[in-house]
C-alpha cells in the first residue's frame, strides 16, 4: 500500500517539480522508493530545461543532433565508430534524431541514470546500518552536494562515464561481482579518459585490503605537486603508450591546458579565486585521510589509490580537476561509510560547507545560464514545462 508521504509527493510533483522538492526530500530521508524516484525525475527535469553556453560540450550535442537528422547510418558509423573510442552517447543521439525523440529527453534521461547510480550505491552503503534521520539527513545532503552540477548539466559525457566507472567500483570490489568490470567498458566507450580506472580496479580488485601499501602510495603521490607538467609527458612516453591512447594523451598532456590558458589570458579575479578554492577544497579532503589514517576499510582503500593517481596530473588542471569530480564521491561513499561506522558526526560538517562552498561557486558561475533556464513562468508548473519550446542551437547563451 502506497504511503502517505508518496501520495502527496506524486501529486505535488504533477502540479510543479520544483514546489514539490523540500517533500521529496523528506521522503527521500525516510527511505522512500517513490520520492527517490522523484527526486531522480527532478534531475531529469532540470537537465531538460538547461541551456547550455556556446562554449560548453552540451551545446555541441545539440548542434550533433540536428546534423544527425539529416545522416544516415552509415554516416554515424564511419564518423563515430572508426575515427572515436567513444561513441556510446552520439549513438544515442543519432537513434533520438531517426525516431524523432528531442534531444532535451537524451540529456534528461542520461541525467536521470548519473543521478540513479549514484543514488544506488548510496542507498546500498547505508542500508547495512540501521535508520537513523540525523545520519540520513546528513549524508544525503553530503551526496546532493558532491555533484559537480556544471559537469552534469554541461559537460554530460564524462558525468555519466563517471557513474558507471563508480558502479563497476563499488558492485565488482565492494561487493565482489565478477561481471562488474563490464560496466568499465561502458564507461570508456562513453568518455575514454575513465581508461585510467581499469589498471586501478584490477588491483583493488585482487589486493584490496593492502591497506598500508596504499596509505604508501597516497603519500608517495605528493611528489608530483611539486613536480613539472615536461616531468608527466616524460612518464608517458617512457611507458611507450601507443594507437588511441597515446592520441588522446597526446591532446591533453602536450598541448597548453585549457584551464592554464584560460587563467592566463583572463583578467578576472573571480576566476582565480574559485580556481585556488577548488584546489583547497579537494587538499582539505586529504586532510581528512591523513588525520583518520588509523581507519582501515576497502571504500577507504579506493579512494587512497584514486587520490594518488589523480595527484600524478596535478600540472595539468584540466585531467586533475576532472578526475577530481571522481575522486569526490569516493570520497562522499567513504565519509558516509566512516560515520554510520564510527557515529562521529564532527567531519560530515565540516565537508558538507566545503561542498557547499564549491556548488556556491558553480551558482556563481552559472548564474546567467539558471536564470535563463529556470526564472521563467514556463519552467515552474509540469504542465508547462511539458509544453514548453524545445531547445536549439539558436538559444545557446554566448
Do not use: C
Not at 502506497?2 to 502540479?15: G, P, T, W
Not at 541551456?51 to 543532433?65: G, H, L, M, S, V
Not at 580488485?205 to 604508501?216: G, H, I, Q
Amino acid at each position: 500500500m502506497i504511503k502517505r508521504i508518496d501520495l502527496l509527493n506524486i501529486m505535488l510533483f504533477i502540479v510543479s517539480p520544483f514546489l514539490a522538492i523540500p517533500s521529496i526530500i523528506s521522503g527521500v530521508i525516510q527511505r522512500s522508493k517513490v520520492s527517490l524516484f522523484l527526486i531522480i525525475l527532478i534531475f531529469g527535469v532540470v537537465s531538460y530545461l538547461y541551456i547550455p553556453n556556446y562554449t560548453d560540450d552540451k551545446a555541441r550535442y545539440f548542434e550533433i543532433y540536428e546534423d544527425f537528422r539529416n545522416s544516415s547510418f552509415a554516416e554515424m558509423f564511419s564518423f563515430f565508430f572508426i575515427s572515436s573510442q567513444d561513441f556510446i552517447l552520439q549513438s544515442l543521439f543519432y537513434f533520438a534524431s531517426q525516431i524523432g525523440i528531442p534531444s532535451q529527453f537524451v540529456f534528461a534521461a542520461v541525467t536521470m541514470v548519473t543521478v540513479s547510480i549514484i543514488f544506488y550505491i548510496y542507498y546500498k552503503i547505508i542500508d547495512t546500518f540501521p535508520v537513523s534521520k540525523t545520519l540520513g539527513l546528513l549524508s544525503l545532503i553530503l551526496i546532493f552536494f558532491s555533484f559537480s552540477y556544471l559537469d552534469l548539466l554541461s559537460g554530460t559525457r564524462f558525468m555519466f562515464a563517471t557513474s558507471f566507472v563508480l558502479l563497476a567500483y563499488y558492485l565488482g570490489i565492494i561487493e565482489k561481482k565478477k561481471w562488474a568490470f563490464l560496466f568499465l567498458i561502458i564507461a570508456v566507450f562513453i568518455h575514454f579518459s575513465t581508461l585510467i580506472f581499469i589498471p586501478i580496479y584490477i588491483l583493488l580488485r585482487f589486493f584490496p585490503n593492502k591497506d598500508n601499501f596504499y596509505k604508501t602510495i597516497f603519500i608517495v603521490s605528493f611528489i608530483f605537486l611539486a613536480l613539472p607538467k615536461t616531468f608527466v609527458v616524460s612518464i608517458f612516453e617512457l611507458l611507450g603508450l601507443g594507437g588511441a591512447l597515446q592520441e588522446k594523451g597526446n591532446v591533453y598532456l602536450n598541448e597548453d591546458d585549457s584551464i592554464t590558458q584560460g587563467l592566463t589570458e583572463s583578467d578576472s579575479t573571480g576566476g582565480l579565486v574559485i580556481y585556488y578554492f577548488s584546489i583547497l577544497a579537494l587538499f582539505l579532503l586529504y586532510a581528512y585521510l591523513i588525520a583518520t589514517h588509523k581507519r582501515k576499510n576497502i571504500y577507504r582503500n579506493i579512494t587512497l589509490v584514486v587520490g594518488a593517481v589523480i595527484n600524478v596530473f596535478y600540472a595539468t588542471p584540466t585531467i586533475f580537476f576532472r578526475y577530481a569530480l571522481v575522486f569526490k564521491f569516493f570520497f562522499a561513499f567513504l565519509l558516509i561509510y566512516e560515520i554510520y561506522t564510527y557515529k562521529n558526526r564532527r567531519y560530515i560538517y565540516v565537508y558538507i560547507i566545503t561542498f557547499l562552498m564549491n556548488i556556491l561557486s558553480q551558482i556563481i558561475i552559472s548564474r546567467n545560464n539558471i536564470e535563463i533556464s529556470f526564472f521563467n513562468k514556463e519552467s515552474l508548473m509540469l504542465i508547462t514545462i511539458i509544453d514548453k519550446e524545445e531547445v536549439s542551437s539558436k538559444d545557446f547563451i554566448y
